[in-house]
Nanobody
Framework: QVQLVESGGGLVQAGGSLRLSCAAS????????MGWFRQAPGKERDLVAT????????YYGDSVKGRFSISRDNAKNTVYLQMNNLKPEDTAVYYC?????????????????WGQGTQVTVSS
């Protein structure tokens, strides 16, 4: 079992930045591919970014490419999402997820463990 806890969400003006963290406990994070997803009211949960176990490979959703960056520190059992140049359409609950795989995982059903989510609100 892996427990995931997100933090770092909040209210920010358009053009601003936030850094989300996802702290894991229970098992070492290096066993898992990690992903960040987001879900806005009335919409599906969509992939924001994913990173492989070593941190050497990443993938981003089209809407965040060039603005967001995913990273991980396996020694600290933590995954990060740096979000720059935020836009009002980035407003959503952001979720951290872990999946047992050796390739990047892009869909919700491929992930086994989920955090409770953290709210990000971007004002115009």
């Amino acid at each position: 079992q892996v427990q995931l806890v997100e933090s770092g969400g909040g209210l920010v003006q358009a053009g601003g930045s936030l850094r989300l963290s996802c702290a894991a406990s229970g098992r070492t994070l290096s066993r898992y591919v990690m992903g960040w997803f987001r879900q806005a009211p009335g919409k599906e949960r969509d992939l924001v970014a994913t990173i492989n176990r070593s941190g050497s490979n990443t993938y981003y959703g089209d809407s965040v490419k060039g603005r967001f960056s995913i990273s991980r520190d396996n020694a600290k059992n933590t995954v990060y999402l740096q979000m720059n140049n935020l836009k009002p359409e980035d407003t959503a609950v952001y979720y951290c997820a872990a999946g047992s795989a050796i390739v990047l995982l892009r869909t919700t059903r491929e992930y086994e463990y989920w955090g409770q989510g953290t709210q990000v609100t971007v004002s115009s």
